[in-house]
């Protein structure tokens, strides 16, 4: 994956807590701290949309830390980020993972501690109030989509046919 500019923007891959790499979007203009905000990717791993989505915060005003939550999985990557294979996260899996990225954004010099807020799109939907019922110092939780995928692998349809 290569990081593209983005206008408004300092971006960078990070690695924090238990070998979590995320992407982190600090504003340009400002003089900070800054609110923040950390999201969740949707099934497909840490992609390209995240990334983007992550760096328009920054664009506003806000620091954004997308973690990738299978930075400690060995599997095939490359097969969930295609949408051929799941990658199930437990709840401590969860929690763990997105209170490593607020405890590295509570220390960042960069962020207003007391105005940081998680958010979740598909998979990651309900991932904001899972990391919420055990970190109360989350000031917002967003819930873009609450979906679980299950243990099963998807297959894909190459051609449809009625008989």
């Known amino acids: 994956m290569t990081l593209a500019r983005y206008p408004g923007a300092r971006t960078s891959m990070v690695t924090f807590g238990d070998r979590v790499s995320g992407f982190l979007a600090i504003p340009e203009t400002g003089t900070g701290p800054f609110g923040a905000v950390i999201l969740g990717h ?16 920054a664009q506003h ?77 989350i000031a917002a939780n967003v819930v873009m989509e609450s979906g679980r995928v299950e243990h099963q692998p998807t297959r894909r349809m190459n051609r449809f046919s009625v008989g």
Not at 42 to 57: C, M, N, P, S
Not at 116 to 128: D, E, K, L, N, T
């Open 61 to 137: 005003g806000y620091v954004g830390l997308a973690p990738d939550m299978l930075s400690r999985w060995d599997g095939d990557k490359a097969a969930v980020a295609r949408g051929d294979l799941s990658a199930p996260l437990s709840d401590s899996e969860i929690r763990a993972y997105m209170g490593e990225s607020l405890d590295f954004l509570m220390a960042h010099p960069q962020v207003q501690r007391d105005r940081i807020a998680a958010m979740g799109v598909c998979q990651s939907g309900s991932y904001p109030l899972l990391l919420n019922s055990v970190r109360p110092e």
């Open 42 to 57: 949707e099934r497909y791993g840490l992609v390209q949309h995240t990334i983007d989505l992550t760096a328009k915060f």
